[in-house]
C-alpha cells in the first residue's frame, strides 16, 4: 500500500477527483483527462495505471470510491499520480468550466469569455448576499470595476452599476434548465453563425451541478437588462449578465463576454 499525502487537498478539489473517477468507466475516460494540459510534471495517469484504477473501483462494494484513501491500495498509484489529479482539479470550477471551452473547441480565440469572482468567507455570509437580491445586485455592482476591460470609460462603467442595482433577478433552481438558459446566452452573440448550442449546454450543466447545493437551490441567476457594451470596449456584446452562485466554493462568479467578428 502507498503511503499518500493529502495535507495539500482541500475538500472541494478532493469531490470533485472523487467525481471524477466516479464517473470513468474505461481507462480512456481517465487518461484523455491528461492529454489537453498537465501539471507540468512528467508524470500523469498512463492507461495502465488508469486500468488498475478502474478495476479497483469495480472490487469496491457499490462500485465507487468514497474516499481516496482507497487509491493507495492499487498498485502504482503513488503521490505523483495523486498529485497530478490535483493540479487538474485544484482550480476554480468558473475557470475549470471557461478552459474547457477552448479546450473543446466549442469557443475559438474570437470568443473571449471573462468572469470575476466574489468570495466569501463562510457559508453564511454567501447565503446572505445571494438571498437577498439588493445585496445581491450591490455586490455585482461592486465587482465591475474588476471584470470591465481597463479602457472602459468612467461613464459607461456607470451605466453598468446604475443598469445592475436596478435589474430584476432571473433565478433559475434546476441546473439543467439553467444550462440551457446560459447556452441561449451565449447563442445570442452569433445566433445566425453558431451550431454549437447543445455541446455548450453540455459543458454548462456540470459546471452547475458542481455548484448546487440543498441550501441555496438556486445555482444560476441573470441580472436583466444590463448591457454588457457598457463594461467592454469593441467586439459583439449581449445585454444580460450571468451569476453562477456556487455554495460548494462560497463564491458568486460574474460573467461576461466579446466575439470578435
Known sequence: MAKLNFDELDDITATRILRFLN??????DITQLFTAKSSGEDYGIGKGTAKKIIEAKRELPRRRFTNLQELA???????D???????QFNISSAEKFRAGLYEKKI???????????????TEEAFLAVVQDEERLRAAVAASLNELATPDVSPAALQVAKDQTTAAYVERFQESNIASYAFALWFYHFDQDNWFAYE???MEI??????????????????LKGVNNKNINLGGVTVTDLPLVLSLTEKAIFVFTAQLFD
Open 81 to 87: 499520480k495523486l498529485n497530478e489529479l490535483m493540479a
Open 199 to 201: 455541446k455548450m449546454r
Open 23 to 28: 464517473q470513468a468507466f474505461r481507462p480512456e
Open 107 to 121: 469557443l475559438f480565440d474570437n470568443f473571449k469569455v471573462r468572469f470575476h469572482t466574489i468570495s466569501f468567507d
Open 73 to 79: 491500495n492499487i498498485k502504482g498509484f503513488g503521490q
Open 205 to 222: 450543466e456540470p459546471f452547475l451541478l458542481e455548484a448546487f447545493n440543498r441550501k441555496n437551490k438556486t445555482n444560476f441567476a441573470l
